[in-house]
């Protein structure tokens, strides 16, 4: 059974940082694309960043320089480092993998 888990999101005031993680099982990790993704209030589903099997990392293109997306295959596990936050990153923060994803974790900004 496919499971994600995430966890490490909070209330973090403007231009703090937060570290997420997404622990996995269930399905092979080290050949698979993580992908994380956001869900901000009222709007629909947005595209974050994703890592290879490789290590190749993409970013939406706003994100990029601010967020940093990892993985550790020795503990099925891929991170999303946030730095700089902005009240416009408040959302639930989800990791993926393909149709199947975990039940999020809520990152909001504010002072």
């Known amino acids: 059974q496919v499971q994600l888990v995430e966890s490490g999101g909070g209330l973090v005031q403007p231009g703090g940082s937060l570290s997420l993680s997404c622990a996995t099982s269930g399905f092979e990790f080290s050949t698979s694309t993580i992908n994380w993704a956001r869900q901000a209030p009222g709007k629909g589903l947005q595209w974050v960043s994703t890592i290879s099997p490789d290590g190749t990392t993409l970013y939406t293109g706003s994100l990029k320089g601010r967020f940093t997306i990892s993985r550790d295959n020795a503990k099925n596990t891929v991170y999303l480092q946030m730095n700089g936050l902005q009240p416009e990153d408040t959302a639930v923060y989800y990791c993926?993998?393909?149709?199947?994803r975990g039940q999020g974790t809520q990152v909001t900004v504010s002072s």
């Open positions: 993926r993998r393909g149709p199947d």
